[in-house]
């Protein structure tokens, strides 16, 4: 068994053949080394520069590997997981309103958000992300299950109008919320924002909550914005504002802001997000699926707004391939813009790695390479046939591989995930729990 099957850290040395350590963005370093040392990056150097000081550290040797930071998937709803194929081909609003919500009212417990959450995190830490936003009910239950499989969230407390089996109006959401946010307060991995649903389903007086306890605990707000063009215009039916027009009036836009989708702008309100330094989780493949539009990427990159990448829920999407999702990501912005320079191999990296961090607020911790950060690092596999020739390792990781090639994950410097095998969970007992709740949603509905 290998030494890194453990479940502490341990300081060790990753030789590989290629290092790409995100900044500078397009950088490729070939025969080079990471130096991990108590959970963090100590060193990048060329491998023929390793010393003496590094001499008595294990050494993992990875010389048909392309080593680069953890991914970030900077929207979910993990939970969902378990309805992954439920609900499939139809447009956003019937999805909800007739599909999902009703099936979630019936099933939704404590329970199903731990074994939907373990699902999910399972799958991600196997297809390279390390890192996940993620909103659902019951938040206590989505950071068991990613701490316990040493997985690093932004676990957002829900707030909705609606009655739900978690909380029954916006000031219960709110107040079991806060009190969510203070038990995990001094953890190292999961750190907490507030996650008003969408506009229209929340009012007011809920967002003015949100504004008021984000500003006293300085912590995100994450929020559903411009799906859709249905949902901007009967906003604009209902009371003649579009939706971005009332979050700004009620004071929600600014560097804390977390946007989710974001298809449909104007050109003052790219303005207005690059000017308050708010951000975007761009989920192209869930918009593509449900029919709901395309975010101008390219835009808002250009006016200088972070656009980072989520893969929304699986109920949607129908995996949580980060990877795939910036392969899609780039390839959609080239089409929509007749432009194929929009978004380059790089930027797409940039934006599953250092732009979700950026957006997370975590920055200077991953996100990247460098000395000193926590080493969330991932090793992918290009020994197949299918990556061959080698005339750019960058190029090759977002437009020809995918998650099936990430052979490591390591997240704080533990090995989480090795040569197909989830070191921290149990996947043959997760399996049967997961088919037991697809056996129950088929039985009762």
């Known amino acids: 068994m290998c030494f890194l099957m453990q479940a502490a850290p341990s300081d060790h040395v990753i030789c590989a053949r290629w290092v790409v350590p995100v900044m500078p963005e397009g950088s490729v370093l070939d025969y080079h080394s990471v130096v991990v040392r ?208 009332r979050m700004q009036r009620l004071g929600l836009l600014s560097s804390r802001l977390q946007t989710v989708h974001m298809t449909e702008l104007t050109e003052g309100e790219i303005h207005t997000l690059a000017d308050k330094g708010a951000h975007v989780a761009h989920c192209p493949e869930s918009n593509m699926k449900l029919a709901s539009g395309i975010c101008p990427v390219h835009s808002l990159l250009e006016h200088g707004v972070n656009v980072a990448l989520g893969t929304d829920g699986a109920a949607s999407n129908n995996d949580l391939d980060l990877l795939g999702e910036a392969r899609t990501a780039a390839f959609l912005t080239k089409v929509a813009t007749g432009d194929a320079t929009s978004v380059s191999a790089a930027r797409a990296l940039s934006m599953a790695t250092i732009n979700g961090a950026r957006l997370l607020g975590l920055d200077d911790e991953i996100g990247s390479l460098e000395k000193g950060k926590s080493a969330d690092i991932i090793a992918v ?44 969970l149990d996947v043959s007992a997760l399996k049967t729990r997961v088919e037991s709740w697809q056996k129950k949603i088929q039985s009762k509905l």
Not at 42 to 51: F, N, V
Not at 394 to 415: D, E, H, K, M, P
């Open 38 to 245: 108590e959970g963090r990056i100590d060193a990048i150097l060329p491998t023929r520069e390793l010393g003496e000081a590094h001499q008595n550290l294990p050494k993992v040797e990875l010389p048909n590997h392309l080593v680069t930071a953890g991914l970030i998937n900077t929207h979910g709803h993990a939970a969902m997981t378990l309805l992954r194929g439920y609900a499939d081909d139809l447009p956003l609003m019937d999805w909800l309103n007739n599909h999902i919500w009703p099936v979630e009212d019936r099933f939704v417990d404590e329970a199903f958000v731990f074994d939907g959450t373990s699902l999910a995190v399972a799958e991600m830490i196997a297809s390279g992300t390390t890192c996940a936003a993620d909103t659902y009910f019951f938040p206590d239950a989505v950071s068991q299950a990613m701490t316990e499989n040493g997985f690093r969230g932004q676990v957002c407390i829900p707030v909705v109008q609606f009655p739900n089996a978690w909380a029954e109006s916006e000031e219960q959401h709110l107040e079991k919320g806060l009190a969510f946010h203070d038990s995990v307060r001094d953890s190292s991995l999961i750190t907490t924002a507030l996650a008003p649903h969408a506009p229209y389903t929340v009012s007011d007086n809920g967002f003015s909550q949100v504004v008021k306890y984000s500003a006293e605990l300085q912590i995100p707000i994450h929020l559903h914005l411009h799906e859709t063009k249905g949902e901007v215009e009967a906003a604009v039916d209902d009371d003649g504002q579009r939706p971005f027009e």
């Open 381 to 424: 596999d290009f020994t197949d046939i299918a990556f061959q020739p080698m005339h750019n390792p960058l190029s090759q990781l977002i437009y020809a591989a995918n998650g099936t090639q990430v052979s490591y994950t390591w997240i704080a410097g533990r090995c989480v995930y090795q040569d197909g095998r989830n070191t921290s």
